[in-house]
């Protein structure tokens, strides 16, 4: 059964910064391109920033030149390094699967950036 686990979200001032890691379980990760998402109350979830098998990102107008998406295939984990953080940016981020089909979502992460 395939396992993602969110963590490093947080309180932060606007301005600040967060770095989110994403642990995936099982053989699936390696050979899959990886997304981070966030979802606020009453929206749908949104791809932000994703990252290839070998490397290749892409990102959202709304995060794009704050974000930065990593993996590390050896450790089965991808990363999302925020700065420059804004209000807007408040909300629960999941990771997964760039594309369908998606592995089981996880718990996600809060972040919460305060003006």
């Known amino acids: 059964q395939v396992q993602l686990v969110e963590s490093g979200g947080g309180l932060v001032q606007a301005g600040g910064s967060l770095r989110l890691s994403c642990a995936a379980s099982?053989?699936?990760?390696?050979?899959?391109?990886m997304g981070w998402y966030r979802q606020t109350p009453g929206k749908q979830r949104e791809l932000v920033a994703k990252?290839?098998?070998?490397?290749?990102?892409d990102y959202s107008d709304s995060v794009k030149g704050r974000f930065t998406i990593s993996r590390d295939n050896a450790k089965n984990t991808v990363f999302l390094q925020m700065n420059s953080l804004n209000p807007e940016d408040t909300a629960l981020y999941y990771c997964?699967?760039?594309?369908?089909?998606?592995?089981?979502w996880g718990q996600g992460t809060q972040v919460t950036v305060s003006s």
């Open positions: 990252v290839t098998r070998s490397g290749n990102t």
């Open positions: 997964n699967t760039a594309s369908p089909p998606f592995a089981p």
């Open positions: 099982g053989s699936f990760f390696t050979f899959r391109n």
